[in-house]
């Protein structure tokens, strides 16, 4: 609400500084019930602002109204949903799983290499001497044309 509060009182301030600029303005309103001669632009900027200030301090009161409304429906459903889950965790039985600790950390898996997928795709692995070598059928050179 403090920055509402902020930013309205700014635009508020322009709107006169502009009515102050040009005072020596002088207007004629004509509306329904009559006609005001020799108002100045001050008068009117003044004016302005004035109803824009309240229109936007109004709009504001009912955003945080709002907002606040929302909040405690949310805090209501968030107390109702944990008053559930306390009910359903003590219908459980403490016993019935008991959670094992573990002692040692489980060993480090090695990764698999699946064959399959790389014979798919054109991949050969030749593992006939001691060191490995990959060779890649699918970059053998084209046949021009002759």
Known sequence: ???AVI?????GGLVLLLGALSHSLIL????????????????IALV??????????AAAALARGGAVA?????????????ERLRAAEAQI???????PEVSEPAPEQLPVIDESTD?????TIDSTDQTSSVT???????????
């Not at 930013?7 to 635009?11: E, F, I, K, Q, W």
């Not at 004629?28 to 008068?43: C, E, K, Q």
């Not at 014979?119 to 991949?123: E, L, W």
Request: hydrophobic share 50%; proline share 6%.
């Open 1 to 3: 609400m403090r920055n």
């Open 7 to 11: 930013v309205l009182l700014a635009v």
């Open 28 to 43: 004629d309103i004509d509306y329904v019930a009559g006609t005001v001669r020799g108002v100045s632009a001050f008068w």
């Open 48 to 57: 302005v602002a004035v109803v824009f200030v309240i229109a936007g301090l």
């Open 70 to 82: 929302e909040q405690h429906k949310l805090e209501a459903e968030l107390q109702t949903t944990y």
């Open 93 to 99: 039985p403490a016993a019935a799983a008991p959670i």
């Open 119 to 123: 014979q798919a795709r054109g991949v």
């Open 136 to 146: 890649d059928e699918s970059t053998e050179p084209t046949p021009t044309d002759a």
